[in-house]
């Protein structure tokens, strides 16, 4: 290890970079030498600024590859404007106590340009990546998800305590997720923002999904999963993937400009005031449900909440069974398949869709246009 200059650092070992991480300052690199890694794990509480980000780098992209069995995070970053960049997360094994990239408590940090394939996870519903803690303004951009297994991909982590703010997930590629192997097949999501959506879905993450890149991901039925409020998804292109855009929880999200083309899934919207407007739908059964619910409204509490005061609207959808479905999931029972005690909710989905507006969409050798139940 040696210092070149005042800005470039080149490391080579996990000690080699807890020994000189005292001193870095805002503008300064670390450059990680090619080469293949295992066993580390940094927290990285250093401050970069806007003008003067504090550079994580592969020597040269793609060259740099962390593998191996992960029972710790890689990198968890607590500081600020701290950017990690051009680094490969190959075959690792992840336990419940690891991850790959944590943003923790973090404000304006970035992971750009990093590869995550064929990883696989121990435990069910364990990410690569998470941002969590009460930061803002985190990034992940340019990112490669590919072939990973039992995991979910990206977690804006959401508790009573911490919501994570203004993230935005970005131009990152989400390809070929075989289906899980966890019994009721659940933990698979590409991204999901919030996880529990009956109790805190009406925290508000603000959180951003725009122009990311969905093909062949099957690992369960929610391809990107929505449990809380007041979040965008933009410009995403979903294509032959086994599951759907999913409103599971939450309200006041706008789900506007994407597109599918074929799988068996395009958005299925539960709670109240979302926006779904300008998708092109191409190629699936059923393009846009609408989903009855336990309650109502974001008061009332429910395992589902009825799809209420929606705009669907200048959608184009084409080549489909049924365009937009209005009341699925009519008279499910749920008696006995999640806690009553935990969560005081009735158990049957019997609170029809009410309130919404639809308009103005486009049907294109679509035998059913527009069906309630």
Request: aromatic share 8%; proline share 3%; charged share 20%.
């Amino acid at each position: 290890m040696q210092k070149v200059s005042a800005k470039v650092y080149y490391i080579g070992s996990e000690q080699e970079f807890k020994t000189v991480q005292s001193l870095f300052v805002p503008g300064d690199e670390v450059e990680i030498k090619n080469g293949n890694y295992t066993d580390w794990s940094l927290s990285i509480h250093n401050k970069g600024t806007s003008a003067k980000p504090i550079m994580i780098r592969a020597e040269k992209p793609g060259m740099v590859t962390f593998s191996g069995n992960v029972t710790k995070p890689i990198f968890s970053i607590s500081g600020a404007y701290v950017f990690i960049k051009g680094i490969n997360f190959k075959d690792c094994v992840i336990t419940k106590t690891g991850v790959l990239i944590e943003l923790s408590i973090s404000n304006n940090c970035r992971i750009s340009d990093c590869s995550f394939s064929s990883n696989q996870v121990k435990t069910q519903f364990t990410p690569l990546v998470i941002i969590s803690g009460n930061g803002s303004n985190n990034i992940v951009e340019g990112c490669n998800f590919i072939s990973n297994i039992d995991n979910q991909d990206v977690q804006v982590k959401i508790t009573k305590d911490a919501c994570p703010k203004f993230t935005l997930i970005k131009n990152n590629i989400f390809r070929d997720k075989n289906k899980v192997s966890w019994p009721n097949a659940n933990g698979g999501e590409c991204v999901q923002v919030g996880q529990d959506p009956v109790l805190l879905g009406n925290q508000k993450p603000e959180t951003t999904v725009w122009k990311n890149r969905f093909i062949h991901c099957n690992g369960e039925n929610e391809v990107i999963s929505n449990k809380s409020s007041g979040n965008k998804y933009l410009n995403n292109y979903f294509e032959d993937n086994d599951g759907e855009l999913v409103m599971r929880g939450g309200h006041d999200c706008v789900i506007a400009d994407n597109t599918f083309k074929g799988g068996t899934g395009g958005i299925r919207i539960n709670g109240t005031g979302h926006q779904i407007i300008n998708n092109k739908i191409d190629g699936i059964a059923t393009a846009i449900r609408l989903m009855y619910g336990m309650a109502k409204g974001k008061d009332e509490i429910g395992f589902y909440i009825a799809a209420s005061d929606c705009m669907i609207k200048n959608n184009t959808i084409s080549n489909a069974t049924t365009g937009i479905l209005i009341g699925d999931s009519k008279d499910a029972d749920w008696t006995g398949k999640f806690d009553t005690k935990r969560y005081p909710s009735p158990v049957m989905q019997n609170v029809a869709p009410f309130n919404n507006t639809i308009r103005d969409n486009g049907f294109k050798n679509v035998k059913d246009e527009v069906v309630e139940k």
